[in-house]
């Protein structure tokens, strides 16, 4: 099973402040087979990004995603009051699916 | 647009077996992968199984000796089965569609089951 470490666990910003989310797996992720999904309370979680790098559709061009092998990021160029949310990771080209432990982001 | 809602009981006992059902509309049940997702109370996400609309089934490891997803493609509906229930198993379950070769597109609500006597 491929685990998935988000960090940092807490990221504490400012709304207009740029964020920088990391995913980290214990082996390669085949074919970049990586999304990032955002939950809200009581909410399920909405899928951000898909294929490490493509954006789902209705998500704003703030969010971005890269990486390949290993190493992940999400980077959301400048914070709306929206965004503050937890963050997850997925891999999903291994079986089982597995999900990061998640980032919190929260209002500084 | 798609839509999907769990359905069950919201208290099940120890030992005994959980049973939710996903219903699905606005959209075909085929050539899809149907899933379910939990998430304990403040915790993390963990994928339990999904079925393909071919019936067949993929399950989680950790969970594979207590599941079964199953499909009702007459009423648009699949369904989890989870035995043996402790208070471990408390937790908010999601169903979920995923396109094959992609992640999740679409998820339920969400229906909170605890496990308690």
């Known amino acids: 099973e491929i685990v998935l470490t988000q960090s940092p666990g807490t990221l504490s910003l400012s709304p207009g402040e740029r964020a920088t989310l990391s995913c980290r797996a214990s082996?390669?992720?085949?074919?970049?087979?990586l999304a990032w999904y955002q939950q809200k309370p009581g909410q399920a979680p909405r899928l951000l990004i898909y294929g490490a790098s493509s954006r789902a559709t209705g998500t704003p061009d703030r969010f971005s995603g890269s990486g390949s092998g290993t190493d992940f990021t999400l980077t959301i160029s400048r914070l709306e009051p929206e965004d503050f949310a937890v963050y997850y990771c997925?891999?999903?080209?291994?079986?089982?699916?597995?999900f990061g432990q998640g980032t919190r982001l929260e209002i500084k | 647009q798609v839509q999907l809602q769990e359905s069950g009981p919201g208290l099940v006992k120890p030992s005994e077996t959980l049973s939710l059902t996903c219903t699905v509309s606005?959209?075909?049940?085929?050539?899809?992968?149907w899933s379910w997702i939990r998430q304990p109370p403040g915790k993390g996400l963990e994928y339990i199984g999904h079925?393909?609309?071919?019936?067949?089934?993929n399950y989680n490891p950790s969970l594979k000796s207590r599941v079964t997803i199953s499909l009702d493609m007459s009423k648009n509906q699949f369904s989890l089965k989870l035995s043996s229930v402790t208070a471990a198993d408390t937790a908010v379950y999601f169903c979920?569609?995923?396109?094959?070769?992609?992640?999740?597109?679409?998820w339920g609500q969400g229906t909170m089951v605890t496990v308690s006597s």
């Open positions: 082996q390669s992720v085949s074919s970049s087979y």
């Open positions: 079925i393909y609309y071919s019936g067949s089934t």
């Open positions: 997925q891999q999903y080209g291994s079986s089982p699916i597995t």
């Open positions: 606005g959209g075909s049940i085929t050539s899809y992968y």
């Open positions: 979920a569609r995923r396109p094959g070769g992609n992640t999740f597109d679409f």
